[in-house]
C-alpha cells in the first residue's frame, strides 16, 4: 500500500515520468470516446436523413455542456492536487466532496432548464419541423442523463488529482465500449428489447453513463475512502463551491476560446470556395486525431502542477511546464513527418476533387510541424488551472487565438490566398508556443501561488484548527 501511494505522490520522483504516466492511459480514454461518436453518427444514419441531422443538432447543447464540466473538473482538480500535494488529508476529502456536489447541483439545474427550453432552443438554431420530434425523443433523454455523465468526469478529475492515471482512463473506456454495444441493440432491437430508434441511441448513452457513475462513486467512497459525508457547515461548503468556481468558470470560458477562433478561421477559408473548405476542414480533424497525445497532456499538467504548487514545491512545478513543453515541440515534429509522408494517401481517401485534395496536402505540408506550439498553450493554460491561477490560463489562449491565429490567418489569406492562409495559421502556433514558453518559463509567478489567490483554507475552518488563514510568503 505504501509502494502504491509514493507512486502517486506527484511530488517525489521524476516529473517527467508522472506526466508519461498520466499521459499514455488518457490518450487511450480520449480515442475511446472518440470512437463513440463515430459509431453514434453510424448507426443514426442508418435511419435516415432527417433522424441524423436531428441528432447532429447535441453538438453544440453538448460543447456547451461540455465546457461546464470541464470547468468544473478544473476546479476539482486544482482544489483536490493542492490540498492532496499539502498532505491534509481531511481538506482533500473534503473539497473532494464539495466538487461532486457541486457538479451535481449545477447539473440537475442545467438538466431541468434544458428540457424546459428544448422546443424554443432548437427552433432557435435552425431545427426544422420534419426534425423537432426526432430532436425531442433525444434530448429529453440526453438532459436527464447529463447528471450521469458529468458525474463521472469529476470523479475522473479528482482520481487523477491524487495522482492515479490509470483508473480515470478505465472509466472512460468502460463508458465507451457499453455505449457502442448498446447503440446497435437500442436503436433497432434485439430479441425482446424493442426498437427505439433515435431514443435508443440517448438511453444507450444515459445508461452506459449510469453504470460508470456507479462504478467511479463506488470507486471513491469504498475504494479511495475520499469521501466526506459529514456535514460541515454551509459556510464552508459555499467557501470551497466558490474556490472550484473561481477556476472552473474562466477555465470553461477558456475552452470556448479556440472553438470561436476556428469559426473566424473557418470564415476566412469560405471565402475560397467549397472545395478550399473541404480541404482544410478534413485535414483538421486527422490533424486532431495527431493531437490526442497533447490534449492528454493538458489533463495531466494540472493534477502534478496542483499538487508541486500546493507543497511548495516551485523548481518541479517549473520542470512540469519545461518537460510538457518539450513533449509537445517534439511530439509536433514527429506528426509532422508523419503527415506530410501520408498527404497523398489520405487526401485521395477522405477527398473526392482533386481542388479539396491540394488544399489538404498543403495543410498537412505546412501546419502539422506546429501543432506543438498549440500544445504548448494548452499546456500552460492547463498547468496554470492546477496553480489555482486560471486567469493567466485564460490569457495564454488569448493571445493565441485573438491576438494571433486569427489575424495572421486573415492577413495571410487576403494577401496569398489559401497559402497565406495556412501559413499564416502555422506562424500563430509558432508565435503563441515561442512566446507562451519564454513567458512562464522566465517570468510566471509560481511562487507564493495561493497567498495570493486566497487563503488555503475557508476562514472557519482555519479557526476552528488554530492555522494561519494565508500561508508565509
Known amino acids: 500500500m505504501a509502494q502504491k501511494r509514493n507512486a502517486r505522490d506527484l511530488t517525489q520522483g521524476p516529473v517527467f515520468g508522472h506526466l508519461m504516466r498520466m499521459v499514455i492511459p488518457m490518450s487511450f480514454g480520449i480515442v475511446a470516446m472518440m470512437m463513440v461518436g463515430i459509431v453514434d453518427a ?20 453538448s460543447m456547451a455542456v461540455m465546457s461546464i464540466a470541464i470547468g468544473l473538473g478544473a476546479g476539482a482538480v486544482s482544489v483536490v492536487a493542492r490540498a492532496a500535494g499539502r498532505g491534509d488529508g481531511e481538506r482533500t476529502k473534503r473539497v473532494a466532496t464539495d466538487a461532486v456536489l ?44 447529463i447528471i450521469f455523465m458529468v458525474g463521472p468526469m469529476i470523479a475522473s478529475n479528482i482520481l487523477r488529482a491524487l495522482g492515479d492515471a ?13 455505449n457502442m454495444i448498446l447503440d446497435p441493440i437500442l436503436i433497432f432491437g434485439l430479441g425482446p428489447i424493442p426498437a ?36 460541515p457547515g454551509f459556510s464552508e461548503i459555499a467557501w470551497n463551491w466558490g474556490e472550484i468556481a473561481r477556476i472552473g468558470a474562466p477555465a470553461a470560458g477558456s475552452n470556448m476560446i479556440n472553438p470561436m477562433a476556428m469559426t473566424m478561421v473557418f470564415a476566412a477559408a469560405a471565402q475560397f470556395g467549397e472545395p478550399v473548405v473541404a480541404g482544410f476542414g478534413v485535414a483538421g480533424r486527422l490533424e486532431a486525431l495527431a493531437l490526442i497525445p497533447l490534449f492528454a497532456l493538458s489533463g495531466s499538467i494540472g493534477p502534478i502542477t496542483g499538487q508541486n504548487g500546493g507543497a511548495g514545491h516551485v523548481a518541479r512545478v517549473r520542470e512540469a511546464f519545461r518537460s510538457a513543453f518539450l513533449f509537445c515541440a517534439g511530439w509536433g515534429v514527429a ?17 473526392p476533387s482533386e481542388e479539396a485534395q491540394a488544399m489538404a496536402r ?38 493565441r487565438c485573438f491576438a494571433l491565429l486569427v489575424p495572421l490567418v486573415w492577413l495571410g489569406a487576403m494577401q496569398f490566398g489559401p497559402v497565406g492562409m495556412i501559413s499564416g495559421y502555422a506562424l500563430a502556433n509558432v508565435l503563441a508556443g515561442a512566446i507562451t514558453a519564454f513567458l512562464v518559463l522566465r517570468y510566471a509567478p509560481m511562487t507564493a501561488i495561493e497567498s495570493k489567490a486566497r487563503p488555503i483554507v475557508p476562514p472557519t475552518q482555519a479557526a476552528r484548527a488554530g492555522v494561519p488563514v494565508k500561508p508565509a510568503e
Open 42 to 61: 453510424y448507426w443514426v444514419g442508418r435511419l435516415g436523413t432527417v433522424q441524423q441531422a436531428a441528432v447532429q443538432f447535441v453538438f453544440p447543447v
Open 102 to 145: 457541486l457538479a451535481l447541483v449545477i447539473t440537475a439545474i442545467t438538466s431541468a432548464i434544458g428540457i424546459a427550453l428544448i422546443d424554443p432552443l432548437f427552433r432557435l438554431m435552425g431545427a426544422s419541423e420534419a426534425m423537432m420530434p426526432f430532436v425531442r425523443e433525444y434530448m429529453v433523454i440526453w438532459f436527464a442523463g
Open 166 to 178: 490509470i483508473l480515470p482512463s478505465i472509466i472512460m473506456i468502460i463508458a465507451a465500449a457499453l
Open 196 to 231: 427505439m430508434e433515435v431514443q435508443g441511441a440517448a438511453l444507450a448513452t444515459l445508461i452506459s453513463n449510469l453504470v460508470v457513475f456507479v462504478v467511479a462513486m463506488g470507486i471513491m467512497i469504498f475504494r479511495e475512502k475520499i469521501m466526506d459525508l459529514s456535514w
Open 335 to 351: 506528426m509532422a513527418a508523419v503527415l506530410a509522408v501520408l498527404a497523398y494517401p489520405l487526401s485521395w481517401l477522405f477527398l
Open 362 to 399: 498543403l495543410t498537412w505540408w505546412i501546419a502539422p510541424v506546429t501543432m506543438g506550439g498549440y500544445g504548448i498553450a494548452m499546456a500552460a493554460a492547463a498547468g496554470f488551472n492546477g496553480l489555482g491561477r486560471p486567469l493567466l490560463g485564460v490569457g495564454v489562449n488569448l493571445m
